[in-house]
């Protein structure tokens, strides 16, 4: 099997984020140990680069570049350097207002070149004349109401928070040696910002780009804009940036793939050409739920189970109304809700509409030592695994209003749980028919079905053990080591794109080893001269 050098790039992931984002990548890396990976990770917060994950020892390289951070290099630009960023980042922000992608491209990949030659951009990038080409762009004629009504706090939010996603292009990972311009492959494991140094590496290098999406950035970009709340201005600027980049992206990659097939639509709608799309699921350690997949017991027959981050996007408050009605139907029943994570004060307002919504049995509770509704934690010293959070009920729920790829989802169905889940996202694809699914922010439809599946232990039997079985053909740790072994290996198949028309493996490794060997066996050798 050839040894592949593998530039894995991430952003606020591996191998400093837990959770699903950086667990895929490291069950990736770890599953193929015939290769060589290099890690470049844009970090989010300093918090995050305190907690690294261990690495194997076939990744021979780790460079951090922090995102949160200032940048400053201390590096100042002649006057005609000036005049060249100047022309180059007003036709970046020019591409960006105007929706013309040719100019975006020729913008970004100018500011690179820059950058190359002279250094950081730090200063540039927050210059007096960087603020007043993006106020030009943005008070064009026919750019958006939002864009003309931009005001100066606006645009110094602006231009402070594209020298922060324009980072990549300063850094110093590119030539170096062994460094990201050498990889056999650049593997971005998100789009967006993730992907730019690999675009980067491509444009110079030729080194061939995978991207893989499981969560849509464009997506989450703009659902972070409007929580944040950021002005109109601002968030429409970097939104039109944020599909400007997405779509250089689509265009340039040898191969995207997406975790789903609501992923996938999301770059189809942005251009991207779908004979270079792929989908890979996302991969899970399936062991770890095969004691609740293949108990003869099933939980908890009036037990329905919610495991999760309580967050607003996962609406709960829907969820505790809908068992409200299962309540009044099933006086038996008991809802659990398994939390990862919380938002402190979504989890203070559920824990006040459940005592609202529960008050006799709440009092009742006292003596009686069980309430209908818990709230519990998952995962932490002396609490529940999350197959034993899974495996405590009979029927699991999931009731959000945004969902990318449903994770818990995925679990529950592992678990051999028979679901009953809300229509987003990649929910209906993951469940394939062996689940409920019923419309989002309707509690009505979402206690039916929980009622249907309390109702008819067989049929949830029969769902959970089809779920089960989908699910370990589908979305397994194998399956997506397996899948990208052999795009790694399609990849380098299509031959190099390097500027220098060097082709991977064409000088075998003893080549580089000083003697007479270095000659290949298959080398012609070269006529004797023959004399007059």
Not at 26 to 52: C, I, K, M, N
């Amino acid at each position: 099997m050839p040894l592949v050098r593998i530039g894995l790039l991430t952003e606020g992931g591996y191998p400093y984020a837990t959770g699903e984002a950086g667990l895929w990548c490291d069950r990736l890396v770890r599953g193929l140990p015939q290769h060589e990976f290099e890690l470049y990770a844009l970090s989010r917060t300093a918090e995050q680069e305190r907690a690294r994950v261990p690495l194997p020892p076939h990744v021979t390289r780790l460079r951090t570049a922090p995102l949160w951070a200032p940048a400053d290099d201390g590096r100042t630009h002649s006057r005609r350097e000036r005049r060249r960023f100047a022309d180059c980042f007003r036709e970046l922000v020019h591409g960006i207002c105007a929706g013309e992608g040719d100019a975006f491209g020729a913008g970004l990949y100018g500011l690179a070149a820059l950058a190359r030659e002279q250094g950081g951009m730090y200063a540039a990038l927050r210059s007096e004349s960087a603020v007043r080409a993006v106020e030009s762009a943005c008070r064009a004629p026919g750019t958006g109401t939002a864009l003309q009504a931009v005001q100066v706090a606006d645009l110094l939010e602006c231009v402070d928070e594209l020298e922060r996603l324009l980072r990549p292009l300063s850094l110093d990972w590119y030539e170096e040696p062994g460094g990201l311009g050498a990889a056999d492959i650049c593997h971005a494991a998100a789009g967006g910002v993730a992907a730019l140094p690999g675009l980067l590496a491509k444009r110079f290098f030729g080194v061939p780009l995978l991207v893989t999406e499981y969560g849509v950035q464009l997506r989450a970009h703009y659902l972070g804009d409007r929580r944040r709340g950021a002005r109109p201005a601002v968030r429409a600027l970097l939104a039109a940036f944020h599909i400007r980049l997405a779509g250089e992206i689509y265009a340039r990659a040898d191969l995207l793939t997406p975790g789903n097939a609501h992923a996938r639509r999301w770059q189809e709608h942005c251009g991207a050409d779908r004979d270079l799309i792929r989908t890979v699921y996302p991969g899970m350690e399936a062991d770890r739920f095969a004691a609740a997949g293949e108990a003869a017991d099933c939980g908890d027959p009036d037990t329905l189970v919610w495991v999760g981050r309580i967050e607003p996007a996962k609406d709960l408050v829907a969820l505790l109304h809908a068992f409200a009605e299962v309540r009044r139907a099933a006086p038996r029943s008991r809802l659990r809700i398994f939390a990862s994570a919380a938002a402190p004060g979504y989890l203070a307002d559920c824990r006040s509409l459940a005592a609202q919504l529960f008050p006799d049995e709440a009092a009742d509770a006292v003596t009686a030592g069980e309430n209908p509704v818990t709230f519990e934690e998952i995962g932490g010293p002396g609490a529940p695994s999350p197959a034993e959070a899974y495996g405590s009920g009979r029927v699991v729920v999931l009731s959000s209003v945004i969902e990318g790829f449903p994770v818990t989802l995925a679990e529950a169905m592992l678990s051999g749980r028979a679901t009953v889940s809300t229509d987003v996202g990649a929910v209906r694809e993951v469940i394939g028919g062996t689940g409920l699914v019923v419309p989002p922010r309707n509690p009505r439809a979402l206690a039916d079905a929980c009622l249907c599946l309390l109702g008819d232990p067989e049929r949830a039997q029969r769902l959970g053990a089809a779920a089960r079985a989908r699910a370990l053909e589908l979305f397994t740790v194998e399956q997506n080591v397996s899948a990208f072994q052999e795009i790694y290996l399609r990849l380098l198949a299509r031959g190099s794109v390097r500027p220098d028309g060097e082709v991977p493996f064409a000088r075998p490794p003893e080549a580089r080893v000083p003697g007479h060997w270095t000659t290949p066996s298959w080398a012609p050798v070269p006529s004797p001269e023959v004399s007059a």
